[in-house]
């Protein structure tokens, strides 16, 4: 399932302010991680928005090339280190990773950093589950 489809996507204006009003957040530079359960019926278990500051990265070329690394990490590695761990219910996850970091960083690290994001993410969604 190493895939990233249009389900996947978060494109709803209303769930995006849904999101930013009343969602958690975190940060593990270089992502800012925001996240919300909502019920709504999917046909995935999350969706993501990623996005990177225009005011940062002016040129589209930047945004664009940090967009694709950041998707590829999210891709690759969403199966066995972020869906494993989320428990199967009515609820979407809507999730919004936003690049933040001041410098062009290659895929390795970024990949490395969205392991620990799909980490403290686990840790969290877990924790709030008890509450």
Known sequence: MKT??????LCSRKSLDLLFKNGSSF?????????????EATAAPVQVVINVSKKRYKRAVDRNLLKRRTREAYRLHK??????????????????IQFIGKQKYDYTFMEKKMVNVFKKLSANLSSHEVD
Do not use: G, N, T, W
């Open 4 to 9: 990233f489809s249009k389900e996947e996507r």
């Open 79 to 96: 199966q066995e280190h972020f869906y494993a761990h989320l428990k199967p219910s009515d609820q979407v996850l809507l999730l919004s």
């Open 27 to 39: 940060l593990l530079y270089p992502f800012r991680i925001s996240y919300l359960f909502v019920s």
